[in-house]
């Protein structure tokens, strides 16, 4: 199983930039996908979820202006990330989880992306 994030760099306060992960060797439309992010010194958190059906869930911090999505044919996640702001930078990971329903915990997804790294300069 390989998760191929991208889509990282820099951007201004205010700026938009979509994260794309491309997941290769699962069952795409059988996974629940999630994306996360760590910034230096402080833990992995949560960002947003997606299920099969394309129901999704957010952290508070980024509800309203992120926006998760899926193309099951082409077997990939998106993160759409508008109204950047510096406490955004971080790397961040996509994630697959053979579960159903809104999954939050890190520990419960099975498979994790390399990361990508998004600045956000004020």
């Known amino acids: 199983v390989q998760l191929q994030a991208s889509g990282g760099g820099l951007a201004q306060s205010g700026a938009s930039l979509r994260l794309s992960c491309a997941a290769s060797?699962?069952?795409?439309?059988?996974?629940?996908f999630g994306w996360f992010r760590q910034s230096p010194g402080k833990e992995r958190e949560f960002v947003a979820t997606i299920n099969w059906g394309g129901s999704t869930y957010y952290s508070d911090s980024v509800k309203g202006r992120f926006t998760a999505s899926r193309e099951n044919a082409e077997s990939t996640v998106y993160l759409q990330m508008n109204s950047l702001k510096p406490e955004d930078t971080a790397v961040y990971y996509c994630?697959?989880?053979?579960?159903?329903?809104?999954?939050?915990?890190?520990?419960?997804?099975?498979?994790w992306g390399q990361g990508t790294l998004v600045t956000v300069s004020s």
């Open positions: 060797g699962l069952t795409f439309r059988n996974y629940v």
């Open positions: 994630a697959a989880a053979s579960r159903f329903g809104v999954v939050v915990r890190g520990d419960e997804y099975d498979y």
